[in-house]
């Protein structure tokens, strides 16, 4: 375990400001005049640098960056004036005499900066504390008590915003002129009462330990939005800039944009008291908005036939209790998920933490193989890990799978056959469609999130036609390329795309000529993962083509129109 100081710097060779208290009296003679560099929005340096703002009423601008190497090699450049950023990132730049230490944002001297005074030792009534990074086992990263405290306060957010009334005042906010210290109170008092109504989700040794200022900067910054209203996946994407790649990027694993889980969601159709599972669940997108899409055709249900108010509410937690499942290798993002149904509504305890979906099944944990069995589940919705760089390995997950076999030409057919001989790995993604595949009853329906290339590929033909032998596919839509580009700081440039299949029944038919296809040309973002807006006469549109995609599929499955452009249009499925 490594205690980091955060040391505040500017460039080497700027000596006209040679104080941190020379920056504060600069800053506050001129409001944001002067620059501060971070390793993007709402990264440890950038709160650091906003707690040192809102302490010491100063304004100054923020420089983003997509990490703390380039932000630090242009503060040497002096591209901008100061940064804050955890001693071990600083050393080797400050060792080359490349950026320069102002002060210690710590109670004491650092031991390896002994002659760097702290802030408070010129006259800066500032701790910002140490981050704590943990180093160890392969997917633990620096940031990661630093999410848990954001994403512990998210969930107080989202519970606040379930348990208030349209006329009640959120006990989330921050009043102007309003003393930290009483916004703290009334925020562990939040959490407490999480912890009280979900026990099997937070334990008591769950805690928010965030100053007071740390606490009303973040609730100040956040009290204006609605979470739950949100098109972005809060918790996820929280959960993304804090982690970041260290922990989900070389696993091939990324968050997928709410506008697609909505998108997949609406196209898949699941209905009330249908059995939905994630086996790659990660932060609980698809699941959470599943649930909704449930609810809501529950509502409906319920007008038509006249259900009270306290019947609603109890089939609606009945349905997220009997019928969700989870599945992600990640205890974190597991726990995640689970705090996220139980404030929803409910479902979480169907939710499980298992070293892998591809697992044997007979290897899973006894409390999930009771409630995850193959052949079972009407819908399965995932995004599931790929990436070039990484393989699954190992005869006893890779022999369950067909395409976990090498296969083989048939020089007199010309067509590559199954053979016995298992292969020494495999990409992920592959062998999830098919323990996808293995999950569903016939005639069940699965949403997943593709790369492109198994589509486009010449040596994935014959796995399409296998998958064509055990399921119909309903519908293929490209993405842009900035769709897993949501942060601008990590993420892939893979273009993947959106397919809906249908297993087949026990007359292996299919009855469907013709599939529906799309290519979207937007995202809702660009590649550094800011909203694509054009301006149509007054208002500003944001550019994103998925929705209109998921309505197209929509309106064609259940009206019959056919549409005839990018976002929609008919392929005979020969063509496949």
């Given at each position: 375990e490594l205690h980091a100081e955060v040391v505040a710097l500017e460039q080497a060779h700027r000596r006209l400001r040679a104080t941190q208290a020379r920056v504060l009296a600069a800053a506050r003679a001129k409001p944001n005049a002067?620059?501060?560099?971070?390793?993007?929005?709402?990264?440890?340096?950038?709160?650091?640098?906003?707690?040192?703002?809102?302490?010491?009423?100063?304004?100054?601008?923020?420089?983003?960056?997509?990490?703390?190497?380039?932000?630090?090699?242009?503060?040497?450049?002096?591209?901008?004036?100061?940064?804050?950023?955890?001693?071990?990132?600083?050393?080797?730049?400050?060792?080359?005499?490349?950026?320069?230490?102002?002060?210690?944002?710590?109670?004491?001297?650092?031991?390896?900066?002994?002659?760097?005074?702290?802030?408070?030792?010129?006259?800066?009534?500032?701790?910002?504390?140490?981050?704590?990074?943990?180093?160890?086992?392969?997917?633990?990263?620096?940031?990661?008590?630093?999410?848990?405290?954001?994403?512990?306060?998210?969930?107080?957010?989202?519970?606040?915003?379930?348990?208030?009334?349209?006329?009640?005042?959120?006990?989330?906010?921050?009043?102007?002129?309003?003393?930290?210290?009483?916004?703290?109170?009334?925020?562990?008092?939040?959490?407490?009462?999480?912890?009280?109504?979900?026990?099997?989700?937070?334990?008591?040794?769950?805690?928010?330990?965030?100053?007071?200022?740390?606490?009303?900067?973040?609730?100040?910054?956040?009290?204006?939005?609605?979470?739950?209203?949100a098109e972005r996946d809060a918790i996820g994407e929280a959960f993304e800039v804090f982690i970041g790649p260290a922990l989900r990027g070389p696993e091939g694993q990324f968050f997928t944009p709410r506008n697609v889980v909505r998108a997949l969601v609406d196209m898949v159709d699941p209905k009330p008291g249908e059995l939905i599972i994630d086996p790659a669940c990660g932060s609980g997108g698809f699941l959470t908005v599943a649930l909704e899409h449930v609810w809501d055709g529950l509502d409906d249900e319920a007008q038509n036939k006249g259900w009270s108010a306290s019947l609603l509410e109890r089939r609606k937690r009945e349905i997220a209790t009997r019928t969700l499942r989870g599945m992600d290798k990640d205890a974190f993002l597991a726990k995640c998920t689970k705090a996220y149904l139980a404030i929803l509504g409910d479902g979480r305890g169907g939710v499980f933490r298992v070293d892998s979906s591809l697992q044997p099944t007979d290897q899973w944990p006894e409390q999930v193989r009771d409630k995850v069995k193959l052949g079972s589940f009407d819908v399965v919705l995932t995004n599931p890990p790929f990436g070039k760089k990484i393989r699954v390995v190992g005869q006893p997950i890779l022999e369950q799978f067909d395409l976990g076999h090498k296969w083989t030409t048939n020089k007199k057919a010309g067509a590559k056959e199954l053979s016995d001989e298992v292969l020494a790995d495999f990409p992920p993604q592959l062998l999830f469609v098919e323990r996808c595949l293995q999950l569903l009853k016939p005639g069940g329906r699965l949403g997943i999130v593709l790369p492109e290339s198994l589509f486009g590929s010449p040596s994935y033909s014959h796995i399409i036609d296998w998958l064509q032998q055990k399921a119909t596919i309903l519908a293929i839509a490209a993405m842009p390329e900035p769709l897993f580009k949501t942060s601008g700081k990590a993420g892939t440039h893979t273009k993947v795309c959106m397919v809906v299949l249908r297993k087949h029944n026990k007359k292996n038919t299919t009855t469907e000529e013709l599939v529906f296809m799309a290519d979207a040309k937007w995202c809702g973002h660009d590649s550094r993962g800011n909203p694509t807006f054009r301006r149509q006469g007054d208002e500003d549109v944001l550019l994103d083509d998925v929705p209109t995609i998921a309505r197209n599929y929509v309106d064609f499955k259940n009206l019959g129109l056919i549409p005839n452009d990018h976002l929609g249009f008919m392929q005979p499925r020969a063509a496949l």
């Open positions: 002067l620059t501060y560099g971070s390793s993007g929005a709402g990264s440890s340096n950038h709160l650091a640098m906003a707690l040192f703002e809102t302490a010491t009423g100063t304004q100054m601008r923020q420089v983003p960056y997509k990490g703390s190497t380039p932000m630090l090699t242009d503060l040497a450049g002096g591209q901008f004036d100061v940064a804050m950023d955890l001693l071990p990132h600083a050393m080797p730049f400050m060792q080359t005499n490349r950026v320069r230490p102002l002060a210690i944002a710590a109670p004491k001297r650092s031991p390896l900066l002994p002659d760097v005074p702290t802030l408070k030792e010129q006259g800066i009534d500032v701790e910002i504390g140490n981050w704590r990074g943990v180093y160890g086992a392969p997917g633990i990263t620096r940031d990661e008590p630093l999410a848990q405290e954001v994403i512990n306060l998210l969930f107080c957010k989202i519970f606040d915003e379930i348990n208030s009334g349209s006329n009640d005042m959120v006990q989330f906010h921050f009043g102007h002129n309003e003393d930290p210290r009483d916004v703290y109170k009334r925020i562990l008092d939040l959490f407490d009462n999480v912890k009280i109504e979900y026990p099997d989700v937070f334990g008591e040794s769950d805690t928010i330990s965030l100053d007071e200022n740390s606490i009303a900067y973040v609730v100040g910054e956040l009290q204006t939005y609605s979470l739950l209203q």
